[in-house]
């Protein structure tokens, strides 16, 4: 005897808290959390871009930290928010096709293909962007930062489309009760009370989008770390400012403790300066306060002192308005050379570190010399520093 198994018939979706009312409801903050995500993940993006029409600003100094923070944030939040507004709509994906109707047709499939597309990308991005901020990658056949920008895009396309499709709709929802069930399905069981109101949900739904992103935000806000368990940084590390990459992951503790090493300075193709740690240590020292911020969502502020780069470039007699481009002593990674643009090169607060919360730097945090830039993510802010090239 062979048993069948068929999909489920709408029909069989009672519950009236599976209605158009609770899914616009969740869908706009979710819609809201995804525009966030969004805006966010396009500044990340553009600040990592080695070459920028218009240049990233430097100011202000936490201006990354902040947005890096919210954009992993909101992610966070969005889980909850992309689990109800998809139960809720659940009875949808098994309704038939308006065949005869070729308008409704159009407009079902049209719709039905976004929310494919949206559901797809919106759970890819999900679930990439929290292996990225617990630094655990299983894919090796893509690049996370191309993919996850590229998918953003399709997934915000998708949203715009649904939204607009669905518009009428969601205006009509949202500027009723929300018991109301004139846009209720037939079958929905509508004079049940049932165990939860549809208010409760969506409350229950909003609670639960704030305690993630209470239990995410302490990677950024510091009085918040106590309480955030999802945090994948807790501030801890020398001085307080945690550590990404460790100086024997990157292969670098022989060289950057050999007392060979020196810092090459080279300009308009010539080697304009080659300096021992000793020689960077009687260059006039200076402090900023500055944050380091990771695409992984952390940051952490840190008292930083070194010598300022703009002072050292003129010393060796480089422009002052030229890019930068800057290389660390590990041997491979894809930001182990990386450019910084000039506005960066002549801020003031930009310094060849050497101590950290008064301090001389930890191996980890790029013993002997690494850069600190203000506004700039922490991935191109350069440990164990070798050589430093001033674009012709």
Not at 74 to 97: C, Q, R
Not at 253 to 272: C, N
Request: charged content about 15%; aromatic content about 8%; some cysteine.
């Amino acid at each position: 005897m062979t048993m069948r198994l068929a999909p489920p018939s709408p029909d069989q979706f009672t519950s009236r808290l599976r209605s158009p009312a609770v899914a616009a409801r969740v869908g706009l903050w979710l819609g809201i959390c995804f525009g966030t995500c969004f805006v966010t993940g396009l500044i990340s993006h553009y600040a990592q871009l080695p070459d920028q029409p218009i240049p990233f600003p430097t100011s202000p100094s936490w201006g990354y930290r902040l947005t890096q923070g919210l954009h992993v944030v909101t992610g966070t939040a969005a889980i909850p928010l992309l689990l109800v507004k998809l139960w809720s709509v659940l009875p949808k994906l098994f309704e038939g096709l308006p065949l005869r109707d070729v308008r409704a047709l159009v407009l079902t499939g049209l719709e039905r293909a976004s929310i494919a597309v949206l559901v797809a990308s919106a759970i890819f991005q999900l679930a990439t962007g929290l292996a990225n901020a617990a630094q655990w990658y299983p894919w090796s056949a893509f690049s996370f930062r191309t993919t996850h920008y590229a998918i953003a895009w399709v997934a915000i396309g998708a949203l715009v489309v649904h939204v607009a499709v669905k518009l009428p709709v969601i205006r009509d929802v949202l500027t009723s009760d929300i018991d109301a069930t004139s846009r209720d399905r037939a079958t929905a069981a509508t004079d049940t009370p049932g165990v939860l109101s549809r208010r409760a949900l969506v409350r229950t739904t909003f609670a639960a989008a704030a305690v993630t992103a209470l239990a995410t935000a302490g990677s950024t806000v510091p009085w918040l770390r106590r309480v955030s368990v999802f945090a994948v940084r807790t501030g801890e590390g020398p001085g307080g400012v945690p550590i990404n990459k460790s100086a024997r992951a990157a292969r670098v503790e022989e060289s950057a403790t050999s007392a060979d090493w020196r810092l090459e300075v080279v300009v308009d193709g010539s080697t304009a300066a080659s300096l021992s740690y000793d020689d960077l240590r009687a260059m006039p020292q200076h402090t900023a306060d500055l944050p380091i911020a990771c695409v992984e969502g952390w940051s952490a502020q840190g008292t930083w002192s070194g010598v300022r780069l703009v002072d050292l470039l003129a010393s060796a007699g480089a422009p002052a308005d030229r890019d930068v481009a800057v290389t660390s002593l590990q041997e491979s990674g894809p930001y182990r050379r990386t450019t910084l643009p000039a506005n960066f090169a002549a801020d003031p607060r930009t310094l060849l570190a050497l101590d950290l919360s008064g301090e001389p730097l930890a191996l980890d945090h790029g013993y002997p010399c690494r850069l600190i830039a203000p506004d700039r993510p922490g991935v191109l802010q350069t440990k164990w520093l070798s050589r430093l090239e001033v674009s012709t």
